[in-house]
């Protein structure tokens, strides 16, 4: 369904950054070549709203298609489990003082409950909500209440039913996704105590601008969100941002800490000061939106050259990362197996399966001692240094990665 006004503002119509053309679903990783001609493709363009700053993009998948059988498993990351330890501390730290036994937190988008797990252990009450079943199945079994539906206004009045107000409410990369952002958050306005604190993660549209990460740009991501605008939909909600952290995750992400208006925590300094910065580069607007267009269509140009010459020279090629990011990459650019033999990933449910829109196959990481390619590109740049960690014995062997962004450059 194509969109037109702004999610956050609603002003019309939007401005166009660029055109992606029709695109793959990047999470919908195909079983088998049949599964592959018959694959549906949609359209997708990146577009600013100039009245409010907020860039989004202009079409939407219905979220039954994008997430029923969501692959993606939070698990199967190591950098993963360190953030989880990371966010318990950090969360501790907002919590009302005088609520240090057994809060009670609830994840939004909590996939197979291995953040909430680290929560369980430290004493924490924990119920997650995630709309993937098989996911979310997962999750039970291991222990972590997880209902499986969709965060909303309705949800929040279920739970506080069932089982009160929530002290923290989390929402880790989940907001990008959210077609319904006004529903979303009333839901965490009415599932939060007074004193309570919400914490969303999402990426950051100022480091996705300046690293030209436009691999983020993906069906399920509609939105990319600066503090500015952050702040402005949080205040039409009744929350008030008051702190900000900029983190590792996912090359570039904001920890965004809001509380129902009133509570009293007083505004920190790292609210105004990255609002500064995200003013300075022009975030909010079209000229700058246009510039990165140019920058991503010189990126692509370098990239394929790269490939080609390489294929040329005779070289063998292959990836890293199966994620929906490089999904995307792959896709605009047009590398198919013809210049990247076979993607390798650690996510066994992808495994033997082929990437959407340019069907390479996926193999496990094994594949790069078995088969030696000569270059891998590192789509999942994102976790570059746990993945040269883990392939110490592919480099001693000689071979090399490729990072593709900002420009195509060795590691
Ligand atoms: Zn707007």
Redesign the pocket.
């Known amino acids: 369904m194509r969109v037109t006004a702004?999610?956050?503002?609603?002003?019309a119509p939007l401005a166009d950054v660029l055109d992606f053309g029709t695109v793959a679903l990047a999470n919908s990783y195909l079983p088998d070549a049949a599964a592959a001609a018959m694959e549906p493709r949609y359209p997708m363009a990146l577009c600013l709203?100039?009245?409010?700053?907020?860039l989004q993009i202009n079409e939407e998948v219905p979220p039954a298609d994008l997430f029923r059988n969501y692959l993606y498993v939070t698990g199967t990351s190591d950098a993963v489990h360190q953030h989880g330890r990371l966010l318990n501390a950090s969360l501790s730290a907002v919590l009302p003082s005088g609520r240090q036994a057994a809060p009670f937190i609830v994840e939004a988008a909590s996939n197979d409950g291995t953040i909430l797990a680290l929560f369980k252990k430290a004493g924490w009450r924990v119920l997650g909500v995630d709309p993937a079943e098989n996911i979310a199945d997962m999750a039970n079994a291991r222990g972590v209440e997880t209902w499986p539906t969709f965060f909303s206004r309705q949800t929040a009045g279920e739970i506080v039913a069932r089982h009160g107000r929530a002290d923290v409410f989390l929402g880790r990369h989940v907001l990008a996704h959210v077609a319904g952002l006004h529903d979303f958050l009333d839901g965490v306005r009415a599932v939060l105590r007074d004193d309570g604190a919400a914490v969303v993660e999402c990426p950051h549209v100022l480091p996705m601008f300046t690293e030209l990460q436009y691999d983020q740009v993906y069906h399920e991501h509609l939105g990319f969100f600066s503090v500015t605008?952050l702040r402005r939909l949080f205040a039409m909600h009744g929350l008030e941002l008051f702190a900000v952290r900029e983190v590792g995750m996912h090359g570039g992400s904001l920890l965004a800490f809001a509380q129902p208006a009133g509570a009293g925590r007083p505004e920190e300094a790292s609210v105004s000061r990255i609002m500064q910065r995200e003013a300075e580069v022009g975030v909010g607007t079209l000229e700058a939106w246009r510039g990165f267009a140019d920058r991503v269509i010189r990126q692509r140009e370098a990239l394929v050259a790269e490939l080609t010459t390489l294929r040329r020279q005779g070289k063998r090629v292959a990836a890293y990362g199966a994620a929906a990011k490089g999904q995307v990459m792959l896709q605009w650019c047009g590398i198919g197996p013809d210049l990247v033999e076979f993607i390798v990933d650690k996510s066994e449910l992808k495994q033997g399966r082929l990437t959407p829109g340019t069907h390479i196959p996926i193999l496990a990481p094994q594949a790069l001692l078995d088969r030696q390619p000569d270059v891998v590109l590192l789509c999942a740049w994102n976790f570059a240094d746990e993945i040269l960690r883990q392939q110490k014995a592919y480099l001693d062997r000689g071979g090399r990665f490729l990072h593709p962004i900002p420009l195509p450059h060795y590691l």
């Not at 702004?6 to 002003?11: D, E, G, L, N, Y």
């Not at 709203?49 to 907020?54: E, P």
């Open positions: 702004c999610r956050v503002c609603a002003a709203c100039q009245a409010c700053g907020h605008v």
